[in-house]
């Protein structure tokens, strides 16, 4: 069988763009494109309390590429269309979008299963469609509607799916309740681990300090991660902290730091986190260096405290979506065209989900109680006044 590598260097002496698309057409002639591998060398990696860190390579399939794409580019989508939404008051109240990001939340789910547990702080949206919900629920839920995926109670912070946790409003809150799921996944004995996020923002709050301790002291299964995109809200990491080096926070925590812009290299250092955990070595700390585009939350134009040309730089040089979707084409391992119809179904979707945002019905009043607790028989729910009285059912 011819190779890849054979087929590169038969046609090597033609220009670039006629290289590209010879052996594009061989590929899909042949039906090899499904076959091929890529292995990436991967950015180094910075450790803490480690002998030894993730590897320096990484395996990429087409297959994966192609699924990491396409989950990529649906929160790029989605919350770009939520920006929309919000500028025309259709999504009210408070609205963290997640551009720019999104190989965080792509890169973990490749390095964890659907049956480890992730808990995260209010930009949840891309989580919420990793984890298993779909574009349309979680766009219902930006509108409040009834076919939202916490059924319009929740709205932008406050999503769930099994397994996840969501979406949490307070500030820091959610790192402790992500390590009271690893004490649960410790207790059942299942193999299974918590990841808990958290912000560079949020990293100076005392409650995580307080469980990274509990949590080595009782060699919990979690592993704690902060996104570090730069800005704790408008205020740069440099006037926020006093160590900026937030994969040391955890002190007698081992830390990686890895370039969360990279899918490849969060999906590797995720591998190498949930390994530790799951041979009972007890809690990691995880770093990501990311970027977020949009402002801290929709009320912040995100330009009062960096420049556009710092934005614009890192979408030129450091875009994650850009980043994997070059990594295919030099090497042979998707079309251009192939990712052009990928694009083309994204924007659908989006646009479906939009739409069925807009007209589904905003949840009746006498749904105001339900969902109290789950598999519980109906009962009365005490209204603002004495005299009113609500039902909940689960």
């Known amino acids: 069988m011819i190779t890849l590598d054979e087929l590169q260097r038969s046609t090597a002496e033609v220009g670039d763009s006629v290289h590209r698309t010879t052996i594009s057409r061989i590929l899909h002639k042949s039906g090899l494109y499904g076959r091929f591998s890529l292995c990436v060398l991967l950015q180094k990696v910075d450790l803490h309390r480690l002998e030894e860190g993730p590897p ?17 580019q649906t929160i790029r989508r989605m919350e770009l269309k939520a ?10 109240g408070f609205c963290h979008l997640y551009d720019g990001q999104e190989a965080c939340a792509v890169g973990i789910e490749g390095g964890i299963t659907l049956s480890d547990h992730l808990i995260t702080a209010y930009r949840a949206h891309g989580y919420t469609l990793t984890r298993g919900g779909t574009v349309r629920e979680i766009m219902a839920e930006l509108t409040g509607r009834r076919g939202g995926i ?15 946790y969501g979406g ?9 309740l992500g390590a009271g799921v690893a004490l649960a996944c410790k207790y059942l004995g ?21 469980t990274y301790n ?9 592993i704690f991660i902060c996104e570090n995109n730069q800005y704790a809200m408008g205020t740069s990491v440099e006037r926020s902290a006093a160590s900026t ?5 955890g002190d007698y925590i081992p830390g990686i730091r890895v370039d969360g812009m990279d899918v490849l290299c969060v999906r590797e250092a995720t591998k190498f986190a949930a390994a530790h955990c799951r041979s009972g070595k007890g809690p990691i700390l995880m770093e990501l260096q990311t970027y977020r585009y949009h402002g801290h939350s929709m009320s912040d134009p995100g330009v009062s405290y960096r420049t556009r040309e710092e934005i614009q730089e890192v979408r030129s040089k450091s875009d994650p979506i850009s980043m994997l979707k070059d990594r295919m084409l030099s090497n042979n391992m998707a079309s251009i065209e192939e990712l052009k119809e990928i694009d083309i179904a994204v924007r659908k979707e989006i646009e479906d989900a939009a739409q069925f945002a807009t007209t589904d019905p905003e949840p009746p009043l006498d749904d105001l109680c339900s969902h109290i607790f789950a598999n519980d028989q109906p009962f ?15």
Request: aromatic share 10%; hydrophobic share 30%; with cysteine.
């Open 83 to 92: 920006d929309q939404l919000y500028k025309q008051k259709i999504i009210r």
């Open 190 to 210: 299942n193999d299974q681990l918590c990841v808990s996020l958290y912000g560079d923002g949020a990293a100076n709050q005392g409650q995580i300090f307080e």
């Open 150 to 164: 916490a059924k319009g109670k929740g709205g932008s912070m406050h999503m769930y799916t099994k397994n996840f």
């Open 56 to 72: 320096l390579t990484a395996t990429l399939t087409r297959e994966e590429g192609l699924k990491y794409y396409r989950t990529m």
């Open 245 to 249: 080096e937030y994969y040391k926070r």
């Open 168 to 176: 949490n409003g307070i500030v820091g809150a959610q790192v402790p």
């Open 214 to 222: 509990m949590s080595s002291l009782w060699k919990l299964p979690i």
């Open 380 to 394: 009365e729910v005490r209204g603002a006044t004495p005299w009113t009285k609500l039902t909940s059912t689960s």
